[in-house]
């Protein structure tokens, strides 16, 4: 156990009780949840858009990959200015811009306008993921960022899961208006920037009403933290010399596969229900909510599994192999639900894979998170989380296409399958943590 000052220890022992870092936690959690519920209001929206239209599988690949390339990039926008302006402004910014371009969709009146408000709506989403990174890293000590990650993560399939019924019925409420909850929903994202930005500060020292001890504690993780991996905020390293190191590439690689997963899942499950099955709106709501519930369990437990896993077996290898034969099996129950014939069996199936998925889901930022110095995670995270989400670009044109050639579903996940299984393969041979050199200090917060 690493040494503790007596000023620490003082301080530590008269300010026991409740974190405010479960705050920051919770309104992270809620505002995850809001992105995900307007991310998958355009896959509700999508049949009766394509009807409107008349677009083609392919065009309609085009539309939802035009989100991604504005998206991507932007992931690592925010993980790079979340290190140099703060997670607080950034999210703020990306709120209040997300929500702006959710209402617009309701705007869109043909090819040209989707394709601009999609690509407009991905800037304001992509940096999400790294700005909740460094959140995290900002707030909770090392060796509860897989559990810090995974629960403020679970709102993303719980926003599915939630606004999946929610959207349906605000469609229903609006007489098959589907331009109604793009709406709602960008107003409902003003009250949750203005909640955040009451609430929330960039780290525990700057907060009017967070507790010495809280301070204390993450003052002491972040020297130990140096200590351990022998690098500091005064490393004067080049980002790239990190960004090069085989950790982070397999593990931007695996999470690039396990995003293939996700946004076929995200892009074309509804119209997959409802082209392969026969399903309409209203059951669509209920059965395509069933997936997303399941991975709000498995990215919940997934990453509080992987620190108890990590106190017996060490945290890096139960973050690796968790997330290596996570998406083997992904890959294994993914790849028949096109094959299956009946809807039961294809849900079921969906349901299982998203649930792995999920469980993986908490295990990236934190799988390199060892071998960053505090002042380039952001960036690092972002750098991981653009490569992961060059998927979304690639994973709905390119099944659009199969599906318009082929006239059935079932190639495009078994390609989606093997897309998952591969790079995992990869970060099973190559990714390799640093030596530790000092413990993580234990603490009953």
Request: proline residues 4%.
């Amino acid at each position: 156990m690493a040494a503790t000052t007596p000023a620490t220890r003082t301080a530590t022992r008269n300010d026991r009780g409740f974190r405010y870092r479960w705050v920051i936690l919770s309104t992270n959690f809620l505002v995850l949840g809001l992105n995900y519920a307007d991310r998958a209001a355009i896959g509700l929206a999508a049949p009766l858009i394509i009807a409107e239209y008349g677009f083609s599988k392919s065009t309609w690949g085009w539309i939802s990959a035009i989100f991604f390339v504005g998206y991507a990039p932007f992931c690592f926008v925010g993980g790079y200015t979340s290190n140099k302006f703060g997670p607080r402004k950034v999210m703020a910014w990306a709120v209040g811009w997300w929500s702006l371009f959710t209402a617009l969709t309701a705007a869109g009146f043909g090819l040209a306008s989707f394709m601009v408000i999609r690509l407009l709506f991905g800037f304001g989403e992509g940096p999400q993921a790294s700005v909740t990174a460094k959140t995290m890293s900002n707030w909770f000590p090392r060796r509860r960022m897989g559990t810090a990650l995974g629960l403020s993560q679970a709102s993303t399939p719980l926003g599915g899961a939630v606004g999946t019924p929610i959207i349906v019925a605000i469609i229903n409420a609006f007489h098959g208006n589907w331009r109604a909850p793009f709406i709602i929903l960008g107003l409902v994202g003003i009250f949750f920037l203005i909640g955040w930005w009451v609430l929330v500060r960039d780290t525990p020292a700057v907060h009017p009403w967070v507790r010495a001890g809280e301070v204390a504690e993450m003052e002491e993780d972040a020297q130990v933290a140096a200590r351990s991996t022998g690098t500091d905020d005064q490393d004067d390293r080049s980002l790239a010399s990190y960004l090069r190191m085989p950790i982070v590439v397999t593990t931007a690689l695996t999470y690039f596969g396990y995003s293939w997963v996700l946004y076929t899942f995200l892009t074309w499950f509804p119209e997959f229900l409802h082209d392969a099955h026969g399903l309409d709106l209203n059951q669509i709501a209920f059965t395509g909510a069933i997936p997303w519930l399941c991975g709000f369990v498995g990215l919940a437990l997934g990453g509080i599994f992987t620190d108890a896993l990590g106190r017996r077996f060490g945290l890096f290898a139960s973050r690796k192999w968790t997330t290596v034969v996570g998406l083997l099996l992904v890959g294994l129950a993914f790849a028949p639900v096109g094959v299956v014939r009946t809807t039961a069996a294809a849900v079921a199936l969906m349901a299982v894979t998203v649930f792995i998925l999920y469980v993986v889901g908490a295990q990236f930022f934190a799988l390199i998170q060892p071998a960053i110095p505090a002042h380039r995670f952001g960036a690092a995270s972002g750098f991981v989380h653009f490569i992961a989400n060059l998927a979304g670009i690639f994973a709905p044109i390119v099944l659009g296409y199969i599906v318009d050639a082929s006239g059935s579903w079932e190639l495009s996940f078994l390609i989606s399958g093997a897309v998952a299984a591969v790079p995992a393969i990869l970060l099973a041979v190559f990714g390799r943590a640093r030596r530790a050199s000092a413990a993580v200090p234990a603490s009953t917060h």
